[in-house]
């Protein structure tokens, strides 16, 4: 099969929303495709096209550390940061754990080398910090989060260059 990971169009929507809604069915925090477009970037967002098929996406965009968007609300402007935030990761259910999210955080961050971001933070969401620690991420506990996140969100950051090194 066929792996091709691409700049998302905005063709994609449709689907990145769709896999968005399934990631996260039962929990607050699906989004919906509007919030969705509010937090893409041109340059740092990709999906993973399997074969013809979207079998994942990363969307990412300049946010200022130990910041987050508000998943109430969309974006309501572009940041300028040093910082690039991750702000959503998601692998179709019949693809998980297959190494599929590695190879887009791979790309990401190799994409935030290029574009000359020094740090990249997110918000592990569901039980995913492990996976995060794993690609170079740390904790950052003391981080108030807002509710909407769920329990035992943690927000995590990392120098771009460490994210690479740890991966290795």
């Known amino acids: 099969m066929s792996d091709l990971i691409r700049g998302l169009t ?10 968005e ?14 919030a969705l477009r509010s937090r893409a970037a041109a340059g740092t967002c990709f999906v993973l096209d399997r074969g013809g098929r979207l ?3 990363v969307l ?3 946010y200022p550390r ?22 959503d990761l998601v692998v179709t259910t019949p693809q998980r754990r297959s190494g599929l999210g590695t190879r887009l955080v791979h790309h990401l961050t190799d994409t935030a080398r290029t574009r000359g971001f020094e740090t990249m933070s997110l918000i592990a969401v569901a039980g995913k910090e492990p996976f995060w620690r794993a690609n170079g ?10 509710a909407g ?8 950051s990392a ?5 690479r090194e740890a991966s290795r």
Do not use: K
């Open 159 to 163: 120098r771009v260059a460490a994210v």
């Open 66 to 87: 130990f910041r987050y968007p508000d998943l109430n609300r969309a974006e309501p402007a572009v940041h300028r940061s040093a910082n690039l935030h991750l702000h």
């Open 137 to 146: 991420y740390r904790p950052h506990h003391e981080a108030r989060l807002p």
């Open 10 to 19: 905005e063709a994609d929507w449709p689907e990145v929303a769709a896999l």
């Open 149 to 156: 996140y769920g329990d035992g969100a943690v927000y995590m």
């Open 55 to 57: 079998a994942g996406y």
């Open 21 to 34: 809604a399934e990631a996260y069915a039962d929990t607050s925090l699906t989004e919906g495709e509007a």
């Open 60 to 62: 990412a965009l300049p």
